[in-house]
């Protein structure tokens, strides 16, 4: 026994649509930049750097006066650094900053002390940055 089904009121089985070929090789290109980008930026995080440094105390000596001490480790202890250290009132606002010359030297980590004249009390002391590009001024050169 054979079943006949009604006229007009079941269709053939449709075949899935296919995506468009753009929406394909768009999709693809939209994944290989995504993951360029969290590549970069975790190679950025993560790297290796050539300095490093960490703000270790600092000491509020007046209202116009604070003495930041910090170490600074180099890959290479014979090339010469130079570090951004500042001050920083209460509110968070930068009130001091001064550039502190480091030698190149033996030794990969070194402690400075240095002091940060300020225009207003200083509520703290931290590190802005370090970076092997020295400028001439701070050589004599």
Known sequence: MTRT???????????PARPKRWLVWALSAAVVVVGVVVALVAYDKFAVSEIDSEATSFDLVSDSQLDITFTVTRED?????????????????ETGRR????????????????????SRPPAMGDIYGCSLDVPAYLTGG
């Open 5 to 15: 089904l009604p006229p007009g009121r079941y269709t053939a089985a449709a075949k």
């Open 99 to 118: 550039e502190v010359y480091i030698a190149g030297g033996d030794s990969q980590t070194v402690k400075v002390t240095a002091p940060v004249y300020t």
């Open 77 to 93: 202890p014979s090339r010469a650094a130079v570090c951004i250290v500042r001050s920083r009132s209460k509110d968070g606002s």
